[in-house]
C-alpha cells in the first residue's frame, strides 16, 4: 500500500506551503537571498559595518542587508525585470531623504549629535561613507584626506604650499599623514564654526599648541582673540603659515607712527630677517617681567 508514503508527500508540501507563506507575510528573504543576485557585496560579510550590526544591535548577518534596505520579498520575486513594481519596492539608503537608514543606528552617536543642520547633513552619508566597503571608517575614497578633498578642492590645493600642517606626510596610519582633517573638524556637526572639533577655532588650535595660551603676563591681543588673525591653518606662502609676511602683517594693525611706520627701506632693520620679530620675538605672549613689548 502506498496510502502512508503520498500522505507524508501531501503533508510535506502543505508544510513547505505554509512555511513559504509565512516567508511571503513577513516580507523578508534573508541576506544569502539578497547575494543571490547581489555577488559583487559578498564582502560585506567580513566587513566592520556588518561585525558592529551584529556586536551593538545583535543583527545576525542574515538580516543585515533588510535592516537598511527593507524588507525584500517583493524586489526578490521581480528578479531583473524593472517593470515590476515590485523591483523599486527596496529602499536604497543612498538615495533616501533624511539619511533614516543611518540615524535609526547612528542618531544617538555623541560625536553625531549636532548632524541635524549641519554643514554636511544636506550631502547625506553617502556622499562621503561606503557602507559595504571594508575601509577604515567605511570612507569612500582610500584616505579621509581624499574623501574630504572631493568636495574641498581649495583646501587641497592649499596643502601644496610651502609652509602647511602635515596632512601629506609620510602616514602613520593608512596613507592619512601626521595629522587627518578630524583632528581639527568634526564632519557630522558642532557648535563652533568650520565644524571645529574644539569649541572655538583658538580651542582646537590650543589642543596642539597649548603654550601659546592665554592667560599670560604681557598678552598680544590677536592671540587670544582668533589664531586665524595671523594664521591660515590649511596653507600658506609664508613662513609659519602666516597669511602675510612681516613687518606687513604686523603693520595691519600697528600703524602708530614711530618706527613701524611707513613702507620700510630694502635694507631697513625693521624689514630684513625676521623684521618685527629680530625684537620682538615673544609674538604669543611674555611671562618676563621685563617683556612689556613682547621682546624677552
Not at 583632528?183 to 572655538?200: F, I, R, T, V
Not at 599670560?216 to 609659519?240: A, F, I, Q, R
Request: glycine share 10%; hydrophobic share 30%.
Amino acid at each position: 500500500m502506498r496510502t502512508a508514503p503520498i500522505a507524508l508527500m501531501a503533508l510535506a508540501v502543505l508544510v513547505a506551503f505554509a512555511t513559504g507563506a509565512s516567508a511571503a507575510d513577513d516580507g523578508f528573504v534573508g541576506a544569502e537571498t539578497c547575494l543571490g543576485c547581489h555577488a559583487q557585496q559578498q564582502a560585506f560579510k567580513t566587513a566592520p559595518h556588518a561585525k558592529s550590526m551584529a556586536a551593538a544591535k545583535g543583527v545576525a548577518f542574515e538580516k543585515s542587508c533588510e535592516t537598511c534596505h527593507g524588507a525584500g520579498a517583493k524586489h526578490a520575486a521581480a528578479g531583473g525585470d524593472k517593470n515590476d513594481p515590485g523591483f523599486a519596492s527596496i529602499v536604497n539608503p543612498a538615495k533616501a531623504k533624511g539619511d533614516e537608514a543611518c540615524k535609526s543606528c547612528h542618531a544617538g552617536d555623541k560625536a553625531r549629535m549636532f548632524w541635524s543642520g549641519s554643514a554636511h547633513e544636506g550631502q547625506g552619508c553617502a556622499s562621503c561613507h561606503s557602507v559595504h566597503k571594508g575601509g577604515k571608517k567605511l570612507l569612500a575614497k582610500e584616505s579621509q584626506l581624499e574623501t574630504c578633498a572631493s568636495c574641498h578642492g581649495d583646501v587641497k590645493s592649499s596643502l601644496l604650499k610651502r609652509s602647511k600642517h602635515p596632512l601629506r606626510d609620510s602616514s602613520r596610519h593608512g596613507g592619512q599623514g601626521k595629522m587627518a582633517c578630524t583632528d581639527c573638524h568634526n564632519p557630522h556637526g558642532s557648535q563652533a564654526e568650520k565644524l571645529m572639533a574644539g569649541k572655538s577655532v583658538n580651542d582646537t588650535c590650543y589642543s596642539c599648541h597649548n603654550e601659546k595660551k592665554s592667560p599670560m603676563l604681557w598678552e598680544h591681543g590677536p592671540v587670544k582673540e582668533d589664531c586665524l588673525t595671523c594664521h591660515t591653518p590649511h596653507g600658506s606662502s609664508n613662513d609659519k603659515l602666516l597669511v602675510m609676511r612681516p613687518p606687513r602683517l604686523c603693520q595691519s594693525c600697528h600703524m602708530q607712527g614711530r618706527h613701524q611706520s611707513g613702507t620700510l627701506g630694502a635694507n631697513s632693520v625693521y624689514a630684513v630677517g625676521k623684521a618685527c620679530l629680530n625684537c620682538h620675538p615673544m609674538v604669543h605672549g611674555s611671562n618676563h617681567p621685563s617683556g612689556p613689548v613682547l621682546q624677552r
